[in-house]
């Protein structure tokens, strides 16, 4: 039977206020999941057969262990960045979607690569191979989903504006080899000598190298946050994207 959008907004309510840990809003006509904000200790959730497109309430369900998302309107598996930050989650349902596209193996690897610890994912478990195989296949999600200006509130002159103070590409360089080799200190690591990068000039410099720097800054902060079970992820995840790239070198050769 389908809940009226005031029966799901209830239950949901209610899930809040009395700690419930599942969430069922099966064939609801839901289009806004918003009220996930308030829902912090929820453990399983039910949104099959809606109308969902946007996933990013649910970053904040931090013990979030099941999510059923089969058959609504997820158009973009970069929708995928707000679920990486649920150190919990071990089921996803998200076939049906736009996302899945024509390509099951590319979309089963990049689904894979970017959330390595669920156990099964559209009813079928996961196994130790396609975790390795989707280092290689896999396409990796390191930023939200593109909105269009109107969903996010910005203006033509606000943009512009951003654009006009945008640092110089040799500033910014500097700014996070600094940030990056503070933090590498902080953290009882190796520190990137300078002289590796003393070649690059303001003109030299390309949108690659600031990428590279700004990702490295923010796994070392990042990693700073983490506690011993979820740095034993992370040490399991690259240990099995070094297999991969070596694999990977070995059959080049």
């Not at 390509?103 to 079928?124: A, G, I, S, W």
Request: proline share 5%; net charge negative.
């Amino acid at each position: 039977m389908r809940l009226s959008r005031a029966a799901v907004l209830a239950q949901a309510k209610a899930a809040a206020l009395d700690g419930v840990r599942r969430l069922n809003c099966w064939g609801s006509h839901l289009t806004d999941i918003s009220i996930c904000r308030d829902l912090p200790n929820i453990e399983v959730i039910t949104f099959s057969v809606n109308g969902i497109s946007d996933l990013e309430p649910l970053h904040q369900c931090q013990n979030l262990s099941e999510l059923y998302l089969r058959r609504n309107n997820i158009r973009s598996l970069d929708e995928l960045f707000y679920l990486k930050t649920l150190p919990r989650l071990r089921v996803l349902w998200l076939a049906e979607n736009p996302c899945c596209g024509p390509d099951p193996h590319r979309y089963r690897m990049t689904v894979l690569r970017n959330l390595p610890c669920l156990q099964k994912l559209d009813n079928q478990a996961v196994t130790e191979e396609e975790l390795s195989q989707a280092l290689v296949d896999g396409v990796e999600i390191t930023a939200p989903p593109a909105r269009s200006p109107l969903e996010n509130g910005w203006s033509s002159t606000a943009c512009s504006t951003a654009g006009a103070t945008t640092e110089p590409q040799g500033q910014l360089l500097s700014c996070c080899l600094e940030d990056t080799s503070k933090t590498q200190d902080e953290l009882d690591m190796k520190l990137v000598p300078r002289d590796k990068y003393s070649s690059f000039s303001t003109q030299e410099t390309d949108c690659s190298c600031k990428k590279t720097s700004n990702v490295l800054d923010a796994i070392l902060l990042l990693m700073k946050e983490l506690d011993a079970e979820e740095l034993e992820i992370i040490q399991q995840t690259v240990a099995r994207r070094l297999q991969a790239l070596q694999k990977k070198e070995l059959q080049e050769e």
